[in-house]
C-alpha cells in the first residue's frame, strides 16, 4: 500500500497479511514545523501541509508524489518495479490511461 501522508510524507506498507501489516519504506517530504498546516480547526493548527497526492506507474514502479511545500517528487524503491493487479484480482490501474478504459480483473467463466 502506497500512502500519501501530509506530514508523514511518503509511507509504504506491506499488506499481505491484513492482520499483520508493517512498513517496508517511507520518506519524509515535509521537513517543515509540525501542526503548522493550511486552514484551523478548534485547536488552531492542522497537519494539511506536505505530501497530498500519489500515483504508482504499474508499469516500471515508478512512484510520484506531490508535496504542498515540496513540489513534485518521484522515487524508485529497490525490489519494486510494479505490479498486475490481474494476479490477485484486482484492476491493474483504478485510474484508466489515456485513450484506454480500465480494465479489470478476468471474471471467473461460468461451469455447468
Aim: aromatic share 14%.
Amino acid at each position: 500500500m502506497f500512502v500519501s501522508g501530509y506530514e508523514d510524507g511518503l509511507q509504504v506498507f506491506n499488506m499481505m497479511d491484513p492482520t499483520n501489516p508493517y512498513t517496508v519504506g517511507f520518506y519524509l517530504t515535509h521537513e517543515g514545523p509540525h501542526e503548522r498546516g493550511y486552514g484551523t480547526t478548534a485547536t488552531g493548527a492542522t497537519v494539511f501541509n506536505g505530501a497530498f497526492g500519489i500515483e504508482v506507474r504499474n508499469s516500471d514502479g515508478m512512484i510520484f508524489i506531490s508535496d504542498m511545500t515540496s513540489g513534485f517528487w518521484a522515487f524508485k524503491m529497490d525490489g519494486f518495479d510494479g505490479w498486475n493487479g490481474h494476479q490477485w484480482g484486482c484492476p491493474t490501474s483504478p485510474v484508466p490511461r489515456t485513450g484506454q478504459r480500465a480494465r479489470g480483473a478476468p471474471k471467473p467463466q461460468k461451469v455447468s
